[in-house]
């Protein structure tokens, strides 16, 4: 069969593909544009069936579609891609890097106070804070499984800034030789040093609950439920209790360093991840019929 | 402004009361600044005394578009609105009021002048939008004196925000210094440089949006004659 594949700005002719076989899939489809324009390979394309009309997956087969009249296929160009891990890694390093700069108290930016004793809060922070990222960078490369190969370019220098910039300032301010140590001392920093550290294993449990649920090399997806591990429990009350745990552990983050800038990256992370968690959970549900009711996306009955 | 739709009468009659009130406090403000400029007077501290109460009143007032905006009276988005609204806020109650030295800046006549036509034009357009009757002229004016008052009045708001920098510095106006229990600190004149510096990549994003706006409503150069949509 004949597909004619147009831009949907303008209606204008991207490729004329011929002789495509009716029973391929999507993904075969963008190969073979591919290889007339070899500047849109695949993970750049975007099919749908009208102008502004839906994302269509690579797994749909040409013939299930109800094609237009001139068997005609809209192409968005997503602009350059880059791989998923590779952002990761780029936007974890850095945080994590800028703050054990801050850390070392530099002379550039503390001046000659640089030399006052750190307070012990301090250190565990530095640690925490490491742990985080240390963690971050060890799931992107051992345990995460990427359903999208790609995501566009322009986030790699979007969350690049973001999190570069943030760890730079927290940590400017956490380090400086002035900090004021936690109002209620000992028992504010080991406290929530336990609720850091809670949080964190949790966030590792259901990252790796996630992983088990999707079969290697596949983009299977299934509904999540606890498993044996206690910490998954949190499945029973959202969607995504990755993130809930993600910000438990900034919020006693923020305790253990009583830091005003370490509360607003909380605050700023927390409203993008609910933003995600709402659309994932929007997605579970309607992919899934039998959906758990009573789930809610992020904050146990209430968000 | 895209077209306003089924909207119903008493949001209709609200907004054109409101637009019309924005259109002659404005054009107050332009009166008293041909009043300071016809009495042939040089210090400009005399006109911002002048003309201080009733723009900051107006001014002031814009920041209920946002509430506009955010309970969908009119469809702009309530986080643009109140970035445009916002540096000049930052200009009248963070640098005019309580940076004194300012107030005789050549800045201020330019942000007066600037301000007050692009508004006045601005208000009287969406008040006659409402009511579905712009002479051509209006429209024309809208998207043409946008091509020197922006220019202009961003120059008057960053020579202010430059007079100002030595002495929030010197006087460490609201600044919040270390130590403190929230371990965070405010440096004001910091803070304007960065704003300064945002007008470098904001300026042309902006004014080239506006040329955009205008080649779509007023058409070709010579098209006196075709009709705004």
């Known amino acids: 069969m004949e597909i004619d594949i147009l831009n949907p700005r303008n209606d204008s002719l991207i490729v004329s593909l011929n002789g495509v076989n009716p029973s391929s899939k999507l993904s075969e489809v963008k190969k073979l544009i591919y290889k007339q324009k070899r500047r849109l390979y695949p993970d750049r394309q975007s099919l749908r069936l009208e102008p502004r009309g839906k994302h269509l997956a690579d797994e749909i087969v040409l013939n299930t579609l109800d094609l237009k009249k001139g068997k005609i296929l809209y192409l968005k160009d997503l602009g350059p891609q880059i791989g998923w891990r590779t952002v990761f890694l780029c936007e974890y390093f850095g945080p994590l890097m800028c703050y054990l700069i801050t850390y070392m108290r530099p002379w550039l930016l503390y001046g000659d106070k640089a030399s006052l004793p750190i307070h012990d809060a301090v250190h565990i922070a530095a640690i925490c804070w490491s742990f985080h990222y240390l963690k971050r960078l060890y799931e992107t490369v051992f345990v995460h499984r990427f359903s999208h190969g790609t995501m566009p370019l322009l986030n790699l220098f979007k969350n690049c800034t973001y999190y570069w910039g943030f760890g730079l300032y927290i940590g400017y301010y956490v380090n400086h030789p002035l900090y004021t140590p936690p109002y209620f001392g000992k028992m504010q920093i080991y406290s929530c040093l336990v609720g850091f550290i809670l949080s964190e294993l949790g966030n590792y449990s259901i990252h790796a609950a996630l992983r088990d649920l999707r079969p290697p090399g596949t983009k299977e997806r299934k509904i999540p439920m606890p498993t044996s591990n206690p910490f998954t429990f949190l499945f029973k009350y959202v969607s995504c209790p990755n993130y809930t745990y993600e910000v438990y552990s900034w919020i006693f983050f923020s305790g253990l360093t009583q830091c005003l800038p370490a509360a607003m990256f909380t605050v700023a992370g927390f409203y993008q991840m609910a933003v995600w968690a709402l659309g994932k959970h929007r997605n579970y549900k309607k992919e899934f019929s039998n959906y758990p009711k009573g789930r809610k996306a992020i904050i146990p009955f209430l968000l | ?229």
């Open chain 2, 1 to 229: 402004m895209g077209k306003r739709g089924e909207q119903n009468l008493g949001a209709k009659v609200y907004l054109f009361v409101y637009n019309a009130l924005q259109f002659l406090g404005w054009f107050y403000c332009l009166l008293l600044l041909l009043k300071f400029f016809s009495t042939k007077q040089t210090n400009y501290r005399q006109l911002w005394k002048q003309v201080e109460l009733p723009l900051t009143i107006f001014q002031t007032l814009q920041l209920i578009e946002v509430l506009h905006c955010i309970i969908r009276l009119v469809p702009s988005s309530p986080f643009t609105t109140f970035i445009q609204i916002a540096s000049r806020l930052i200009v009248v109650w963070g640098i005019l009021k309580p940076v004194a030295e300012t107030q005789t800046s050549i800045g201020v006549p330019l942000i007066v002048g600037s301000w007050s036509v692009a508004e006045i034009t601005r208000y009287l357009y969406y008040a006659l939008n409402l009511i579905n009757c712009i002479p051509y002229f209006l429209t024309w004016c809208r998207y043409t004196f946008f091509t020197f008052l922006y220019p202009s009045g961003v120059s008057g708001e960053l020579i202010l925000m430059y007079t100002a920098l030595p002495y929030i510095a010197r006087r460490q106006i609201y600044s919040y210094q270390l130590p403190n229990p929230f371990n965070i600190s405010f440096q004001y004149n910091l803070a304007l440089i960065l704003l300064m510096l945002s007008y470098i990549p904001f300026f042309p994003l902006l004014y080239f949006y506006m040329v955009g706006q205008r080649r779509k409503m007023l058409g070709g150069k010579e098209a006196g004659s075709k009709k705004a949509n």
